[in-house]
């Protein structure tokens, strides 16, 4: 099957800096879409970016010019560099990744076991 480990939360001051990681393993054939969602205490979880299998990103507008999603294919990896964090940035932040393994021909999508991450001062 497939393990998505994250790492890279934790607590860290307005205005700093975090980086998100997101190691997928197992029998993978191929990676499609890669992307970040955020699940803050009370409400639904929303998507924070995705990257494309061409590296092509995409942001939500609350995330623009501060966060940048990256990959290496090599490595089977999703990371999310995380600047200028707010308060409102506070959330459970978890990996999705989109993958078709060497035993099917269908793609089905993964969640990884999410990361705390707070921002407070």
């Known amino acids: 099957q497939v393990q998505l480990v994250e790492s890279g939360g934790g607590l860290v001051q307005p205005g700093g800096s975090l980086r998100l990681s997101c190691a997928a393993s197992?029998?993978?054939?191929?990676?499609?879409?890669m992307a970040w969602y955020r699940q803050a205490p009370g409400k639904q979880r929303d998507l924070v970016a995705r990257?494309?299998?061409?590296?092509?990103?995409n942001y939500v507008d609350a995330v623009k010019g501060r966060f940048t999603i990256s990959r290496d294919n090599a490595k089977n990896t999703v990371y999310l560099q995380m600047n200028s964090l707010k308060p409102e940035d506070t959330a459970v932040y978890y990996c999705?990744?989109?993958?078709?393994?060497?035993?099917?021909?269908?793609?089905?999508?993964?969640w990884g076991q999410g990361t705390q991450v707070t921002v407070s001062s």
């Open positions: 990257i494309l299998s061409d590296g092509s990103p």
């Open positions: 999705n990744v989109r993958l078709r393994l060497t035993s099917t021909l269908r793609y089905d999508t993964y």
């Open positions: 197992g029998s993978i054939f191929r990676i499609d879409t």
